[in-house]
């Protein structure tokens, strides 16, 4: 549901407030990070937005020019019709037209499951991150199976940015036994969000194996 609060736009989703137009920051911040984490070396990155949410993330990434792609799976269609011809289409909007944008209307874990695509960074913004889910089958994208569709779709050297709205040891743990590593906690300057970086010794092994670096926001 969109609700109008004020001057403000909210999405809630069973009851519960999940976003809102009033800020943003942590959002921008999820792709900065992303972004920053690959360095140089990669021309043209492909970002995965996982969850359009209100728009902030990927009007920042459109507003950064390096990125040569931007792929976003939503699997709600009423949150993509809001961006497209509703009320939130005034922060997407120029994002939308960008020609380095795709909008996937899918389940981010099934889309992961059976996408051929590979990507340079991967950024999470679903429901309210590993510890605080609304919707009960969002659980999946951060349990083992879900961060190994993650890793898989990786490319040698790819970054994983995890929103989260609390600090989550059993998640970083969870992280660390699905293969990704260096994990570094941060505190966001934000209320209620919560960040730690990660980063391995990305590389390709003999055996074709992504070791991904992963940032948990």
């Known amino acids: 549901m969109l609700r109008r609060h004020g001057g ?5 989703a069973n009851g519960c407030f ?25 021309a043209d990155p492909h970002v995965l937005i996982g969850g359009l949410g209100v728009g902030f993330s990927l009007a920042h990434a459109a507003g950064q020019s390096r990125w040569g792609r931007i792929t976003v799976v939503e699997r709600e269609p009423a949150v993509i019709d809001w961006h497209r011809a509703g009320p939130l289409a005034a922060l997407s909007a120029k994002a939308l037209a960008d020609p380095r944008t795709e909008i996937v209307e899918a389940d981010l874990v099934r889309y992961l499951d059976e996408t051929s695509d590979t990507f340079d960074a991967l950024c999470l913004d679903i429901d309210n991150g590993p510890d605080w889910t ?6 999946e994208l951060y349990a083992p199976s879900g961060l190994a569709a993650c890793a898989r779709v990786l490319r040698p050297g790819g970054v994983l940015a995890v929103w989260s709205a609390k600090p989550s040891p059993e998640f970083e743990e969870t992280l660390w036994n699905a293969g990704f590593q260096g994990c570094v906690p941060k505190r966001s300057p934000l209320p209620g969000a919560f960040r730690t970086s990660c980063t391995s010794a990305s590389a390709l092994d003999s055996k074709a194996v992504v070791t991904p670096r992963t940032l948990l926001l």
């Open 8 to 12: 403000l736009l909210q999405i809630i």
């Open 18 to 42: 999940l976003m809102d137009t009033s800020d943003g920051r942590s959002e921008r911040r999820l792709v900065d990070v992303a972004l920053a984490a690959l360095g140089p070396r990669a």
């Open 134 to 139: 609304v919707t009960e089958d969002n659980e």
